[in-house]
């Protein structure tokens, strides 16, 4: 799921003739959270409303009265006040109006924009990731109408610009002490050298016998991950760290590279189709 924040200084339209919050409300689509911030302005006067803010809330409040729906979330600053630079009559409107969610419900507070526990940053997010696991994603005729819930659960899809970017992240490799002539760049699949291990094998290794303990040769992680889940132990600079990048990259590619140099028998590497992209890993 991903959230896609409207704010109307930013997507709104600008247009002459009707009020302001008349264009702003016109071009607000149908949303599964409203997140509201205020600190110690109140703001300018909308119609019977003291601010544009304060209507927004009322119309966020009355759409869950029928829908359920959204999300209600607010957030006053509860930091340090300097008293030279407030605005009086703006502040005591703010403390009425958080006298008045008050009553409603409940709201939060925040100290800081960013960099501790209680900074609004830190706070909202933790409070989203909370949210998307209660709130189904809209189905994609209700964007811009009422909301709908899907009837069945979909498998996810994983778009094609997201697997982009994180195969460019997983790519990119920088070298200490490394020094490429221009316009050189080196990718992880120019250099990745497979991971190898003496477990995961069919039997423990208390249930085979001596002779065979000692012809087993090294198996590949990424064949492993094609038939089971794994877990990865080693020291610092063995490689985990390295594996997991080549199996996001493998992932978003949906296949394995090719190599000028082909690799010694048994060391290639394979891809087992069960994920949807080409590839076992999840």
Same mark, same amino acid.
């Given at each position: 799921m991903r959230l896609e924040l409207f704010k109307w200084e930013r997507n709104v339209v600008p247009q002459i003739g009707p009020p *302001? +919050?008349?264009?702003?409300d016109?071009?607000?689509p149908a949303c599964g959270i409203y997140?509201?911030?205020?600190?110690?302005?109140?703001?300018?006067?909308?119609?019977?409303?003291?601010?544009?803010?304060?209507?927004? %809330?009322?119309?966020?409040?009355?759409? =869950?009265?029928?829908?359920g729906e959204p999300w209600i979330l607010f957030y006053f600053d509860d930091g340090p006040v300097n008293p030279g630079r407030l605005d009086?009559?703006?502040?005591?409107?703010?403390?009425? %109006?958080?006298?008045?969610?008050?009553a409603k419900g409940l709201y939060a507070t925040y100290q800081g924009v960013r960099g501790s526990p209680e900074a609004f940053f830190e706070k909202v997010e933790q409070h989203l990731r909370k949210i998307l696991l209660q709130i189904p994603p809209l189905e994609p005729e209700s964007r811009g109408g009422p909301l709908s819930r899907p009837a069945t659960a979909k498998r996810p899809?994983?778009?094609? *610009?997201?697997? $982009? =970017?994180?195969?460019? +992240?997983?790519?990119?490799?920088? %070298?200490?002490?490394?020094?490429l002539k221009h316009g050189q760049?080196?990718?992880?699949?120019?250099?990745?050298? @497979?991971?190898?291990?003496?477990?995961?094998?069919?039997?423990? @290794? *208390?249930?085979? @016998?001596p002779q065979r303990l000692e012809r087993d040769k090294p198996r590949l992680l990424l064949d492993l991950l094609g038939r089971h889940s794994l877990y990865v132990s080693g020291a610092p600079g063995s490689g985990k760290s390295m594996f997991c990048r080549w199996v996001a990259w493998l992932a978003c590619t949906g296949a394995m590279p090719r190599h000028e140099v082909e690799a010694p028998e048994g060391y290639g590497g394979?891809? $087992? @189709?069960?994920?949807?992209?080409?590839c076992r890993c999840s």
């Open positions: *302001a +919050q008349k264009v702003v016109e071009q607000t997140l509201g911030i205020m600190a110690h302005r109140f703001g300018t006067p909308i119609g019977k409303h003291g601010s544009g803010t304060e209507k927004e %809330f009322h119309d966020a409040l009355k759409k =869950w009265g029928r829908l009086l009559k703006q502040y005591e409107r703010v403390r009425a %109006f958080r006298d008045e969610l008050a899809v994983v778009p094609s *610009a997201y697997r $982009t =970017w994180l195969q460019g +992240q997983c790519a990119d490799i920088e %070298f200490q002490g490394l020094r760049a080196v990718r992880l699949n120019h250099v990745y050298v @497979p991971l190898t291990t003496s477990a995961g094998g069919e039997e423990a @290794p *208390a249930q085979r @016998p394979r891809m $087992t @189709p069960r994920c949807g992209i080409g």
